[in-house]
């Protein structure tokens, strides 16, 4: 398993092309990135009352992650990482996760690997902070490392999940 052969990186990057466009995005968030859009910095989208309101604290958890997810897809990482940062439940590997994605995407990929192994610490099960950790290795062209999460990824769900699909394919193309 330490050696991707060639045919599971052509199956893989076979795999790879239906979902390239939602690599970022299997991450269980409410995926509704235009109610991210549309409330501005500092306020998070309510489903229940169809508004935005206030980030603050007092938010559920999952109002929180959710915001946070939604506004990391639509691209605003500096906005996700603020409502993040309120979760009441820090060590939440979703958020971490999140939090992780959101540095790694606005060019802090030493910060984004800190939330990613936070976040293992809190769930060593969670494929997607591994899949997003391998991004982030070879963001910084540590191959080996990426690699190293690939083997765990396939350890841990198996070489026909998504995540391991999706890292195997970029391992690929990073030769």
Same mark, same amino acid.
């Given at each position: 398993? %330490?050696?991707?052969?060639?045919?599971?990186?052509?199956?893989?990057?076979?795999?790879?092309?239906?979902?390239?466009?939602?690599?970022?995005?299997?991450?269980?968030?409410?995926?509704?990135?235009?109610?991210?859009?549309?409330?501005?910095?500092?306020?998070?989208?309510?489903?229940? %009352?169809? %508004?935005?309101?206030?980030?603050?604290?007092?938010?559920?958890?999952?109002?929180?992650?959710?915001?946070?997810?939604?506004?990391?897809?639509?691209?605003?990482?500096?906005?996700?990482?603020?409502?993040?940062?309120?979760?009441?439940?820090?060590?939440?590997?979703?958020?971490?996760?999140?939090?992780?994605?959101?540095?790694?995407?606005?060019?802090?990929?030493?910060?984004?690997?800190?939330?990613?192994?936070?976040?293992?610490?809190?769930?060593?099960?969670?494929?997607?902070?591994?899949?997003?950790?391998?991004?982030?290795?070879?963001?910084?062209?540590?191959?080996?490392?990426?690699?190293?999460?690939?083997?765990?990824?396939?350890?841990?769900?198996?070489?026909?999940?998504?995540?391991?699909?999706?890292?195997?394919?970029?391992?690929?193309?990073?030769?």
């Amino acid at each position: 398993m %330490k050696r991707l052969t060639s045919a599971m990186a052509g199956a893989a990057i076979a795999m790879l092309l239906p979902v390239a466009a939602f690599s970022a995005g299997d991450g269980g968030g409410t995926s509704d990135n235009q109610t991210a859009e549309q409330c501005p910095t500092g306020k998070v989208w309510d489903k229940k %009352k169809q %508004k935005c309101v206030r980030a603050e604290t007092s938010l559920p958890q999952d109002m929180i992650y959710e915001g946070g997810y939604d506004l990391a897809m639509a691209g605003r990482y500096e906005d996700a990482i603020r409502l993040l940062s309120l979760a009441p439940d820090k060590n939440d590997p979703r958020v971490l996760n999140y939090l992780g994605y959101s540095h790694r995407k606005a060019g802090r990929v030493q910060v984004g690997l800190g939330y990613y192994e936070e976040a293992l610490r809190a769930n060593p099960d969670y494929v997607l902070a591994r899949e997003y950790m391998g991004e982030a290795y070879l963001t910084i062209g540590d191959v080996a490392s990426a690699k190293g999460q690939l083997d765990e990824i396939a350890r841990r769900a198996g070489t026909s999940s998504a995540e391991f699909a999706r890292l195997a394919g970029l391992i690929a193309a990073a030769g």
